[in-house]
């Protein structure tokens, strides 16, 4: 029988491996480190914490709150340990029956996912549609006040009031023949490249300017309006943000809180910012959009056309895909509208008859000598021989992240602000960091995994840690549909470059585009966390928040 192996020591003081000689006692692991230290470690005083499934290394852990931890690769290592010292070995994880234990977790597994599968599809639904039948407008005006407040803060609103004024009159176009308009709608324009449009709960419509330039006449853009008003009026963002959000805020609107309303607005913006409706009201709200246009006497060809050019360009205009993202139009609901509007001919009504069209669509584009006021500087770039950082960097790859992206970084960041990187251990992805239900990693569990790995560069306070990731990523604490980057306590983050590459999307490979969208996402992580930068309004800057998807990441530039 073995009673030798080989493996590494960590002393838990700092990252560094030891290789080391494990010998079987019978009470005890004598270990040996290349260094000529010898250490005695009685079985009791062990415990083990990786190693229970295939392809996992053994690691055994003693001592509390910073652990000394052994690695031993070979599961045989167990086997022979049990053989040794049966008695005192017991809890130990014996490899025999790592079949039935992987047979009873996948079991477990199902079962979890099964019953979280019911309450999300129907549970947590159906809650959500009863509190949102209860919630007074005046509720839902506070949230969606929160909401814009957030994803269309007043300074990126463009406020030509003559231009605002023409769109206006298509909303009241729209919303005239409604029998009891409930709602105060208040229309908003955004000054972003999105090409896209959302509706807050309360009346709240915002239309980005990427999108107002696609259209060729206010017929299209009262399609879309159409569409965003009848998610207010059937409640679907409302409905949608319960659904989603914490428990906190279903328990407000249930009560009719409106200070509840307020203190979660802010994790309301953020969930309605990575929404997606669901396939249902998103036909409701193109069926409802098209009644609304016939009633008021608007032309239907104007909505075809417009969600038809979308989709047509929806893979050759990346911009468009923020739309589409969360305004699905396929091919059999583009049909059956226009089978609604061939049944009702009539007379239609000419919107915006006295103004021109391409006029209109300047509203964020008003020169300076109009309004005789002088543009704002923009604010200077931080030189980078102006920048002081405090602590050091470290790059910790995960899972397979590729090697040649993180020496591209570190080449990057040394050439041009002369800022030393050093790259750790990578760090293997854990099941525990896997959402199994999401298909996707939780950000909060990688950056445990990072502590885990490299204990005593987690309790350095002048090392910062920075995981990256390739694959897709979410934050539990506020269930976005994904995040590019997640920071903890001002010393730790994780990456994800997935949703940066465009090949995941079924776009050629593009190695440039992927470097810059990575850099800026690290540079902006790098500039909170080392050279403690605050975050800044000016797209010019790197520091720009809040970055919503990749329209906001492209826009951004690359200087702090």
């Not at 392809?55 to 022979?80: H, K, M, N, S």
């Not at 990256?468 to 994800?496: H, K, N, P, V």
Request: with cysteine; charged share 20%.
């Amino acid at each position: 029988m073995r009673t030798e192996w080989h493996g590494s020591y960590l002393d838990g003081r700092t990252a560094a491996r030891h290789r080391a000689t494990i010998r079987l006692m019978p009470d005890a692991l004598e270990i040996t480190t290349d260094a000529g230290t010898t250490l005695r470690w009685p079985y009791e005083e062990i415990r083990q914490t990786q190693g229970f499934y295939v392809g996992e290394q053994v690691r055994l852990e003693r001592g509390a709150e910073i652990p000394e931890a052994l690695l031993v690769g070979d599961v045989g290592f167990l086997t022979a340990l049990k053989q040794v010292a049966p008695t005192l070995a017991g809890h130990f994880h014996d490899p025999g029956r790592r079949r039935l234990r992987v047979q009873l977790t996948l079991l477990a597994a199902v079962a979890v996912v099964g019953i979280t599968a019911a309450l999300y599809l129907w549970g947590i639904p159906g809650l959500a549609g009863l509190a949102a039948a209860r919630v007074p407008v005046s509720w839902e005006e506070r949230l969606g006040q929160g909401v814009v407040e957030h994803l269309a803060p007043p300074e990126k609103r463009c406020t030509d009031p003559a231009r605002l004024r023409a769109i206006g009159e298509i909303v009241a176009t729209l919303t005239a023949p409604l029998p009891d308009p409930r709602y105060r709608f208040r229309l908003m324009v955004v000054n972003s490249p999105a090409v896209n449009a959302f509706a807050a709960p309360g009346g709240y419509v915002v239309i980005f300017r990427g999108l107002l330039e696609r259209t060729r006449s206010a017929e299209e853009l009262a399609g879309v309006l159409a569409h965003e008003l009848q998610h207010v009026l059937q409640r679907h963002a409302t409905r949608a943000l319960l659904q989603h959000a914490s428990t906190g805020l279903l328990l407000a609107a249930m009560t009719g809180d409106a200070s509840g309303a307020m203190t979660y607005g802010l994790e309301s913006a953020r969930t309605l910012g990575a929404l997606r409706y669901s396939r249902r009201h998103e036909e409701e709200a193109d069926v409802e959009g098209m009644r609304m246009l016939l009633a008021a006497g608007v032309d239907p060809a104007g909505m075809l056309a417009f969600f038809g050019v979308l989709q047509k360009q929806g893979g050759e205009a990346p911009g468009v895909l923020a739309y589409l993202s969360t305004h699905p139009s396929t091919a059999g609901r583009i049909e059956r509208l226009k089978a609604m509007a061939a049944q009702a001919p009539g007379p239609r009504v000419k919107l915006l008859p006295d103004r021109d069209w391409r006029d209109v669509m300047k509203i964020c584009q008003v020169a300076a000598q109009q309004t005789g006021v002088a543009p704002r500087p923009r604010p200077a770039a931080v030189a980078p021989r102006t920048l002081r950082g405090v602590g050091r960097v470290y790059f910790v790859p995960m899972g397979e992240f590729p090697a040649a992206s993180v020496e591209h970084l570190i080449a990057y960041y040394r050439e041009k602000y002369g800022l030393a990187i050093e790259t750790l251990t990578a760090v293997p992805l854990e099941a525990a960091a896997v959402d199994l239900l999401r298909q996707q990693l939780v950000a909060e569990e990688l950056i445990a995994l990072v502590k885990h790995h490299h204990p005593g560069l987690a309790e350095d306070p002048e090392a910062i840690l920075i995981g990256l990731t390739a694959y897709d990523m979410y934050i539990r604490e506020y269930t976005w549909e994904f995040a590019f980057a997640w920071r903890q306590d001002g010393r730790f983050a994780a990456i994800s470059s997935a949703r940066m590459d465009p090949e995941n999307f079924g776009d050629p490979p593009d190695p440039d585009l992927l470097h810059t969208r990575l850099r800026k996402a690290v540079s902006k992580t790098i500039g909170l966390m080392h050279y403690r930068l605050p975050q800044s309004s000016d797209r010019n800057s790197v520091m720009y928040g809040p970055i919503l998807g990749l329209d906001d990441l492209d826009s951004v530039g690359e200087e702090f």
